[in-house]
C-alpha cells in the first residue's frame, strides 16, 4: 500500500499562485510515474499533468504553460507550481502514483480561485 498526502491548496485570486505537494509513503524511483489529476464542480476528473519517473513532464493543454510539475525522488515528493490561476482552475486536486502496476491516490485537496 501507498499512502499519498496533499497539502498547499486554499483560496487565491485569479492571476495567483499556489503549490501543491504530495508526499509518498514509500520511496519513489524512476519506475514510477506521478501525476495530478482534478474535479471542478459538476465536471468529471481530468488529467492536469503527469511526469515520468525519470522526470518528464506533460501537461493538459488547458494548464500548459501556467503549470509546473516536479519531483523529488530523494525527499519522495512532487509538486505542482500553478501559475496564472484562473476560475476555471477551481477544482479539488489529486495526486496519483503508479507503484508496482497499480495506481494510488490521494484524498484530494481544494483549490478555490475567485476575487
Known amino acids: 500500500q501507498v499512502q499519498l498526502v496533499e497539502s498547499g491548496g486554499g483560496l487565491v485570486q485569479p492571476g495567483g499562485s499556489l503549490r501543491l505537494s504530495c508526499a509518498a509513503s514509500r520511496s519513489m524511483f524512476s519506475r514510477n510515474s506521478m501525476g495530478w489529476y482534478r474535479q471542478g464542480p459538476g465536471k468529471e476528473r481530468e488529467l492536469v499533468a503527469v511526469?515520468?519517473?525519470?522526470?518528464?513532464?506533460s501537461y493538459a493543454a488547458s494548464v500548459k504553460g501556467r503549470f509546473l510539475l516536479s519531483r523529488n525522488n530523494a525527499q519522495n515528493k512532487v509538486y505542482l507550481q500553478m501559475n496564472s490561476l484562473k476560475a476555471e482552475d477551481t477544482a479539488r486536486y489529486y495526486c496519483m502514483g503508479h507503484f508496482d502496476e497499480n495506481d494510488y491516490w490521494g484524498q484530494g485537496i481544494e483549490v478555490h480561485v475567485s476575487s
Open positions: 511526469i515520468s519517473g525519470r522526470g518528464v513532464p
